[in-house]
């Protein structure tokens, strides 16, 4: 039998400003999902499960006067989507 990784990359489009964006993510993907933040700076946020199998990985890049924001998972596909889905 072979195993597939499944992984998916959600991405959205905000004017919030960044601390604003990682501060959501973090409260939503620690608080809500409970993950453990691994790094976080002006760019990023990660957070993994307690095994480290499954991630969460949160990329901001500047679009003119916006943010797009990547939203990187796996193990977590629904918390990514929903996430997105409530930010909007």
């Known amino acids: 039998m072979i195993w597939g990784v499944i992984m998916i990359v959600v991405s959205f ?3 919030k400003d960044q601390k604003e964006i990682l501060d ?3 409260k939503y993907f620690v608080d809500n ?3 453990k933040i ?3 700076n002006d760019c990023c946020a990660r957070f993994v499960d307690e095994n480290q199998l499954g991630y969460v990985w949160v990329t ?3 679009k003119g006067k916006k943010f797009e924001v990547d939203v990187e998972s ?3 596909e629904y ?3 929903k996430f997105v889905k409530d930010f909007k």
């Open 33 to 35: 999902v409970g993950l």
């Open 24 to 26: 959501k993510a973090v």
């Open 74 to 76: 796996k193990e977590f």
């Open 38 to 40: 691994t790094s976080r």
């Open 79 to 81: 918390h990514a989507k």
């Open 60 to 62: 901001l890049s500047q």
């Open 13 to 15: 489009e905000t004017e």
